[in-house]
């Protein structure tokens, strides 16, 4: 059994704790956002939210979260789907297969979350996700899109 926080809900879960956190979110709980890429933690498209930093969750056993740790999918980013970060991405047509694209943007809202206003060289060492069809710069231009977004909706009084 294993008690998890998955975007805002307590799920108790009957679960090996050997199991990584990707298969969880996936079969158990029915989100499949988080996407499967290598299995070793180094594409980044299983990228979610743990207590706001952004995870590879492949490597993370269920045995190592703890029921009070915060865990957030793309589905939980924005419900409504209109998180900065998502915004930019549909704005700017930042995916071309897709398939990274759910990593990419947990990977942009955590650094833009740490860094409001990230420089080149910040999105850079931020984003070390892998995106097959090279979608790079349109990712870097889009990051910088929803820096300028959140910090004109905080500006405004609105929450980003």
Known sequence: ??????????????????????????EQAGLTGTKYGCGIGLCGA????????VQRSCTILVKDVKPADKIV???????RGDHPVQKAWLALDVPQCGYC?????????????????????????AMTNVCRCGTY???????????????????NGNKA
């Open 1 to 26: 059994m294993a008690k998890l926080n998955i975007n805002g809900k307590s799920l108790t879960l009957t679960v090996d704790g050997d199991t990584p956190l990707l298969w969880v979110l996936r």
């Open 46 to 53: 299983c990228s979610v939210h743990i207590n706001g930093d």
């Open 73 to 79: 999918t793309i589905e939980g980013l924005s419900p």
């Open 101 to 125: 694209q759910s990593g990419q943007i947990m990977a942009a809202a955590a650094l833009l979350k740490r860094k409001p206003k990230p420089t080149d060289t910040d999105i850079d060492e």
């Open 137 to 155: 710069q349109r990712i870097r231009a889009a990051v910088h899109q929803a820096a300028t977004n959140t910090n004109a909706a905080i500006g």
